[in-house]
């Protein structure tokens, strides 16, 4: 019988986008990684296409290690449902989609629905609330984000129409290390210069409001989503940039605690020395390496680690190491109970309940 009580790597799935680059580094080797195709546009389907992604949790992952080796994430939750993704967990999906994103260029102009939304023009669809981290930003980096004041949605629909929203959009520079959060309606665009990590619900409904008048390499417009998407947002948000950084010190380095919502939690770990951790009774987790290399060791398994890998904890996981060459940072991210797992240890910390309020959305 298989037992999941360990560890367990993830192949990423890298796809090709318009937008994206041949220099992965520092996560990846791009001569030593096989692209999936843009079935979107053909002329993406070339091995030397530019990778604007790689997803951690795509279904399409492939398990590396025992006991799974060579298993989708997708086959092997529908074959051990709770064993893999934890009792509390109801769908019938990995809960989190996690990637990597690489741009050399503007993304479109995006927005994503709420569940409920989602519920009545999506059928079968979950919405998508998602945040992101920033791992590294050039000196020309830049991200759109939201809707200057006063903007109203029928000032933005002729701007999107003539692919020329920047004007009514706020734009900033991101720094290395922030975190964003984007909850359902917050307008949104990538630029170039980026390597940013991404972790969200596991859906990927995303409505384009506005290409910049881009034509795809297939010589096409890529289509817009007006109704749909303008349906969506919401010019009331605020903007979540930039969001304070709580960090502690810890006997193998550091813990921040970088956001948390009720789809998703992320800390970053800086690991220093060898470090143990359990895994959760009630949920499955993700580690992921951001940066340095080691391995990952538990139930006499050490696995090799690099920066831009993944590794799947399952709920009847024990205590596994962490063991830096060096030094290492790794991303852990979840579905959390926020009381327990942000709200609890802040307030332990000394950290108010304001303070507090600043990185966990509920």
């Known amino acids: 019988m298989v037992r999941l009580d360990r560890p367990l790597q993830l192949e990423p799935v890298f796809k090709a986008k318009i937008w994206g680059r041949q220099d992965l580094s520092p996560l990846y080797d791009r001569a030593r990684i096989r692209v999936v195709p843009d079935a979107s546009t053909s002329a993406l389907a070339s091995p030397a296409a530019p990778v604007g992604e790689a997803w951690l949790t795509d279904d399409a992952a492939k398990f590396v290690n025992a006991p799974l080796a060579g298993m989708t994430l997708a086959a092997a939750v529908a074959q051990y449902g709770p064993e893999l993704v934890g009792k509390n967990w109801q769908g019938s999906r990995f809960p989190l989609l996690a990637k990597y994103i690489f741009t050399s260029d503007w993304l479109s102009v995006q927005v994503h629905p709420d569940d409920n939304y989602a519920r009545v023009h999506e059928?079968?669809?979950?919405?998508?609330?998602?945040?992101?981290?920033?791992?590294r930003a050039d000196a020309q980096a830049g991200i759109l984000l939201g809707s200057k004041p006063g903007v109203t949605k029928e000032s933005l629909r002729p701007a999107f129409e003539k692919g020329k929203s920047k004007g009514l959009l706020n734009i900033f520079c991101p720094q290395t290390g922030e975190a964003i959060f984007l909850p359902p309606g917050t307008i949104h665009a990538l630029g170039q210069g980026l390597i940013m990590f991404e972790v969200e619900q596991n859906s990927d409904l995303t409505y384009r409001l506005d290409d910049f008048g881009r034509i795809g390499l297939d010589g096409k417009p890529r289509p817009l989503h007006l109704d749909k998407g303008l349906d969506a947002v919401r010019v009331d948000l605020p903007l979540y940039r930039n969001l304070p950084r709580f960090e502690f010190r810890e006997p193998y380095g550091s813990r921040r605690f970088v956001l948390a919502s009720r789809f998703f939690a992320v800390e970053e770990l800086a690991v220093d020395t060898p470090a143990s951790f359990s895994g959760s009774p009630e949920r499955v987790e993700v580690m992921t390496m951001l940066a340095g290399a080691g391995t990952l060791e538990a139930a006499g398994d050490r696995l090799p680690c690099r920066a831009g890998g993944?590794?799947?904890?399952?709920?009847?996981?024990g205590v596994y190491r962490c063991v830096p060459h060096g030094k290492a940072r790794w991303l852990r991210f979840y579905v959390p109970d926020l009381e327990v797992d942000f709200r609890q240890p802040l307030v332990q910390r000394g950290l108010s309940s304001a303070d507090i309020g600043k990185i966990v959305f509920d």
């Open 310 to 317: 993944a590794w799947i904890i399952p709920p009847a996981t």
């Open 123 to 135: 059928p079968g669809s979950l919405g998508k609330c998602e945040m992101w981290y920033v791992v």
